[in-house]
């Protein structure tokens, strides 16, 4: 992970980069639920049920994923990453893209018609196996490297202790 020291305090590039990801997410969802939420007020405002009624899973699920999504920004913004492994950190923002993103495809599924909503959820589901994927990839790749590093260790390992085993003895 690289870093940089700034007047004696170690910076961690990957964290700016996770916390400015964090934050266009919670910028985003601040813009995207109200207007979500005007809109569904509007369209359900001279129907004879609530939203509530209507569409109970929906909503339940909607709420579900938007506590989900402020329980893990909690989480993040009171440890700071830089002390979570980075696996742990990894799956928190995966959390927090995953909760907020399901939240507003609940939402969003409102405002259409009833044959549309499968496609919004199909979308949904596609853009996080796609983050999903690249979270397995990266840990993968550190898997892979720290099996490589022990690899190379214990073969060095094998070598030096050939080389002592197999070294003629000399008189003294």
């Keep these: 992970m ?3 020291n700034v007047n004696g305090l170690g910076i961690n590039h990957q964290h ?3 916390s400015t990801a964090s934050n266009s997410i919670l910028s985003l969802l601040n813009l ?3 207007v979500l939420l005007v809109l569904i007020d509007f369209k359900f405002k001279n129907e004879p049920t609530s939203v509530f009624q209507t ?3 929906t909503i339940k699920v909607g709420v579900a994923n938007l506590l989900a999504f402020a329980l893990a920004f909690e989480i993040e913004f009171t440890f700071h990453p830089c002390y979570l492994s980075t696996t742990c950190a990894a799956l928190l923002r995966t959390t927090i893209l995953f909760c907020g993103s399901l939240s507003v495809a609940s939402l969003s599924s409102l405002l259409f018609s009833d044959a549309w909503r499968p496609l919004i ?16 990839r990266e840990w993968c ?3 892979h490297h720290g099996i490589m590093e022990k690899l190379q260790t ?3 390992g094998i070598q030096q ?8 003895l000399l008189p003294l």
Excluded: E
């Design 161 to 168: 202790w050939y080389v002592r085993r197999s070294a003629p």
């Design 121 to 136: 959820y199909l979308m949904y589901a596609l853009l996080s196996l796609i983050n999903l994927h690249g979270l397995v």
């Design 32 to 34: 995207i639920l109200p």
């Design 55 to 57: 569409h109970p899973i």
């Design 16 to 18: 700016h980069h996770n």
């Design 154 to 156: 214990v073969c060095t």
């Design 2 to 4: 690289p870093t940089s």
């Design 141 to 143: 790749g550190r898997v």
